[in-house]
């Protein structure tokens, strides 16, 4: 098959778990409580690349105080999923010493990556580091982390839209879709 074939075949054999409107929703949620908890802070926002890019992108005009934001970018699913070894692509080129810093990821599942950011800025000399996560993945076992801010939590499925991709493919998509269990 090719790549076209196989991206609407993944799309097509998927379950719609939550719409383009509850999305809107949830993300609207998450904007008002970041700006009552942030709003006098003026954080450096930072985007993980690159599954945040959409809620991002989405989130940030609805934050009405001021900002800094960069980014940075690490990786442990690749096209595949399931995690494997975190890979730091690339830091952010704002410094963060001193500063309260707001890291938004699109899933928080086993909390391995979003975890180890955290560690790693708050040991550059982040003076504060919140995190807001676009989902939250319901796996039933501890994680390292809790997300300060959860737009819509997601069953224990390889979920994909809202910039998260599977086989590298839909991350454009404005809802989430599930593969088939
Ligand atoms: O909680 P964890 O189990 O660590 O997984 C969460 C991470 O997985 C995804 O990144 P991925 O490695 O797929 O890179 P990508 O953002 O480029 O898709 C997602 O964007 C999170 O950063
Ligand atoms: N696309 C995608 N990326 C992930 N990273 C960690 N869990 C997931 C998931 O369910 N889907």
Redesign the pocket.
């Known amino acids: 098959m090719s790549r076209l074939a196989d991206a609407q075949a993944l799309l097509d054999g998927a379950d719609l778990i939550c719409s383009a409107a509850e999305v809107d929703a949830a993300v609207d949620r998450v904007a008002r409580e970041i700006t009552v908890a942030l709003g006098d802070s003026y954080p450096l926002l930072l985007s ?5 890019v959409v809620f991002t992108g989405n989130l940030l005009p609805k934050l009405a105080f001021p900002i800094d934001f960069d980014y940075l970018h690490v ?3 690749g096209d595949d999923t399931a ?1 494997g070894t975190l890979r730091w692509i690339s830091e952010p080129r704002t410094p963060v010493v001193g500063r309260t810093v707001l890291v938004i ?10 975890a180890a950011i955290r560690e790693h800025l708050l040991a550059k000399g982040a003076a504060r580091c919140l995190t807001a996560v676009f989902s939250d993945k319901r796996i039933g076992r501890p994680k390292p982390i809790r997300a300060d801010f959860t737009g819509l939590e997601l069953p224990d499925r390889y979920v994909f839209g809202y910039g998260m ?1 599977v086989r590298g493919a839909w991350r454009n998509l404005p809802a989430i879709y599930a593969l088939k269990d």
């Open positions: 993980v690349m690159g599954g945040a990786t442990r699913y995690g990821d699109d899933i928080l599942d086993e909390g391995i990556t979003l991709d």
